[in-house]
Nanobody
Framework: QGQLVESGGGLVQPGGSLTLSCAAS????????MGWYRQAPGNQRELVAD????????NYADSVKGRFTITKENGKNRVYLQMNSLKPEDTAVYYC??????????????WGQGTQVTVSS
């Protein structure tokens, strides 16, 4: 862990917005995709959203569709997560993820240390 550096977490009221940012601190070759996962206490880590390396395709968890938007800077290993209409159930540690080619049928995961997002009044 630690090859990806996240920023932008914090405390926000319900209905508010936050933007998370993630940048790779190391060169990642053969990048396939980047994304965001989250883990709330007592829960498994779950995919929130991901985007292909060329930025052409995105995927969202049903729980965040229409509220969160993932974007990627062209040609750079940087990804952002714009979170709107935040709900208390969005409270979790958010982890940046990157997947790169490892071998045929296999990919390698890169992770950040995580950033806390707390939605509370």
């Amino acid at each position: 862990q630690g090859q990806l550096v996240e920023s932008g977490g914090g405390l926000v009221q319900p209905g508010g917005s936050l933007t998370l940012s993630c940048a790779a601190s190391v060169r990642i070759y053969s990048l396939l995709s980047m994304g965001w996962y989250r883990q709330a206490p007592g829960n498994q880590r779950e995919l929130v959203a991901d985007i292909t390396s060329d930025g052409d395709s995105t995927n969202y968890a049903d729980s965040v569709k229409g509220r969160f938007t993932i974007t990627k800077e062209n040609g750079k290993n940087r990804v952002y997560l714009q979170m709107n209409s935040l709900k208390p159930e969005d409270t979790a540690v958010y982890y940046c993820n990157a997947k790169s080619f490892w071998s045929v049928g296999q990919s390698r995961d890169w992770w950040g240390q995580g950033t806390q997002v707390t939605v509370s009044s």
